[in-house]
């Protein structure tokens, strides 16, 4: 039996009997009443796994929600892809966990369903917008979170929760079924406690997709003009401590300062989401409509600033990005923070304006890799007691030499820290 695959071998009918009564003294993990398909797949690879669905993904039998209280009037008819794929494999499917309303930001607030609390800081936010995916797994609830990622909203909430997040390649898996929030960035993936078990799960959502990939040597390199600035000291420190323990264990890390981060910062990416969520959901509710935070209201709204033509100039402007970068960067992954700030405690969040600014901070790192159209995986770390991210990102179809490399660090990164009072 692997360590790492915690289901194996395990008795279903008592596992139900505990995730019952535990669903229901979650609050605010799950939208509505929570539900749990127990699969009688005997044979499959996640036979006896339990994975929590994030509310954007169709459940057979269950509203699909997104987060917000105007969509979910009928229930699915048909499971979406990637939870019809989880299904074959033998997963019994928990939901729908919490998220940001349609997905819109990186912090997992919900002023209808409310938000999950942070299991390892009960005074922080959990991170977005697959809030109750991550806390699902953190509290023990599911093995796996399937969640999706624009941002970083599998990622960050990883990265805040002692979580393993992993963005797939985009094409990788499929999102027929899951409600978009932008269809240039989205990609659908998993949360776990570990580099194994998302790569478990990725596989199965990938399909044949992962079969045609080819393992490469990656080469790490830590972007000085990205990343690196308006870190709490915390982060900053932790994050030098882990490139020194790395090193120490053999693993080359270069440092350098790369054209491609400063071409990266001129690309106005608040559009991709603000204008492709209001021509989403433009057509199927109004944008005035009352029952909408008016925190996701007002940057769907921003969308309506930018004509077609300047959008298609900005795709543009993505399409040379991607190209330079798979060009010039092929074999390289870039290692950076997850997030550039320790979890914030909720009352951080109460004016508007120091939410835009936490969202944006926390997105800053993480949105990279969406734009780029990449992989990236963030891997859990702990300095001085507190939880952050190591994040590494890499080229469009690297994802299997990625996780590779992932494994190979997670071990390293778990090792105890010695305690510093700097």
């Known amino acids: 039996m692997d360590k790492n695959i915690e289901w194996q071998g395990r008795d279903l009918s008592k596992r139900l009997e505990t995730l019952t009564h535990a669903m229901s003294n979650q609050d ?3 939208i509505r ?3 749990i398909d127990i699969s009688g797949q005997q044979n499959g690879p996640l036979s006896g796994a339990i994975v929590s669905v994030k509310a954007t993904f169709d459940v057979a039998g269950y509203p699909t929600t997104a987060g917000t209280q105007i969509l979910g009037a009928q229930c699915a008819e048909n499971d979406a892809e990637a939870v019809a794929r989880l299904r074959a494999a033998g997963a019994s499917i928990m939901g729908h966990t919490n998220m940001t309303e349609l997905a819109y930001s990186g912090v997992g607030l919900n002023p209808h369903y409310g938000t999950p609390v942070n299991p390892l ?3 922080c936010i959990p991170g977005g917008s697959t809030s109750g995916g991550a806390v699902s797994v ?3 609830l599911a093995d796996i979170a399937l969640g999706t990622d624009t941002g970083g909203s599998l990622r960050i909430p990883a990265a805040f929760c002692g979580l393993t997040g992993f963005k797939p390649s985009q094409a990788s898996v499929p999102r027929s079924g899951c409600a978009p929030l932008s269809q240039s960035l989205d990609s659908v993936g998993v949360m776990a406690n570990n580099v194994e078990t998302c790569e478990l799960g990725w596989q199965i ?4 997709w992962c079969s045609d990939q080819r393992d490469a040597d990656l080469t790490i390199v830590v972007p000085e003009n990205f990343g690196l600035d308006q870190l709490d000291d915390e982060i900053a420190k932790g994050f030098e401590e882990a490139l020194e323990r790395l090193k120490k264990h053999g693993i080359r890390i270069e440092r350098q300062t790369l054209p491609l981060f400063d071409d990266y910062k001129t690309l106005p990416v ?3 989401s603000a204008v492709e969520s209001r021509r989403h959901y433009g057509p199927l509710f109004s944008l005035e409509d009352e029952r909408l935070d008016p925190r996701v209201r007002q940057r769907i709204k921003r969308g309506e600033s930018v004509s077609d033509q300047t959008f298609n100039d ?9 190209e330079h970068s798979q060009a010039d960067y092929a074999d390289t992954v870039f290692m950076m923070p997850t997030v550039a700030c320790l979890a914030p405690k909720f009352e951080e969040l109460e004016s508007d304006e120091e939410f835009d600014r936490i969202n944006l901070l926390c997105l800053r790192n993480t949105t990279f890799a969406n734009v780029i159209d990449g992989c990236s995986i963030s891997l859990p770390y702990q300095f001085n007691s507190h939880t952050m991210g190591i994040m590494l990102t890499a080229m ?13 660090i997670q071990p390293l990164l778990a090792e105890a820290s010695p305690c510093s009072n700097d």
């Open 314 to 322: 900005t795709c543009a402007q993505r399409a040379a990005l991607i």
């Open 138 to 140: 953190a509290t023990g």
């Open 28 to 30: 605010s993990v799950f």
């Open 270 to 272: 608040w559009q991709f």
């Open 396 to 408: 469009n179809g690297k994802d299997r030499s990625l996780l590779a490399l992932a494994r190979a």
């Open 205 to 208: 959502l990938a399909s044949d």
């Open 33 to 35: 009443r929570p539900f």
């Open 121 to 123: 800081a009960p005074n």
